[in-house]
């Protein structure tokens, strides 16, 4: 029997996270974004260690959602990030601890965590 994998499902207007389970596990309105960023652990390369993080707002709160860059249906993400956003995850192949901000322009590569020892 095939594994279920989680899958990120996107299209012009919206972004949404389903688990293995084939359950919802988040849904965004791209339209209320405020901020992309991307960041990375040491824990690979058996463990996902590249992720992406969506911060929205909604009714003047803040709310954060992620994913790990390794998800099906990551590409289609990364093309409707391009098309809406002008925005795309750049630290594939890093190692360490390491984070940046994708998108607002004015944020943009300016890092998204202080990682300290």
């Known amino acids: 029997m095939p594994v279920s994998r989680a899958k990120v499902v996107a299209n012009e207007d919206w972004i949404e996270y389903v688990r293995p389970s084939g359950k919802k596990a988040w849904s965004l309105q791209i339209?209320?974004?405020v901020l992309v960023a991307e960041y990375t652990t040491n824990d690979g390369p058996w463990l996902d260690d590249w992720f992406l993080?969506?911060?929205?707002m909604s009714s003047d709160r803040l709310y954060f959602y992620h994913c790990t860059m390794y998800v099906d249906g990551i590409y289609e993400v990364q093309d409707v990030l391009i098309r809406r956003l002008n925005a795309i995850p750049q630290l594939a192949g890093c190692t360490e601890w390491d984070s940046r901000?994708?998108?607002?322009?004015h944020l943009v590569g300016k890092p998204y965590?202080?990682?300290?020892?």
Do not use: G, H, K, R
């Open 31 to 33: 339209s209320d974004i």
């Open 53 to 56: 993080e969506f911060v929205t």
């Open 101 to 105: 901000v994708l998108w607002p322009p």
């Open 113 to 117: 965590f202080e990682f300290q020892s």
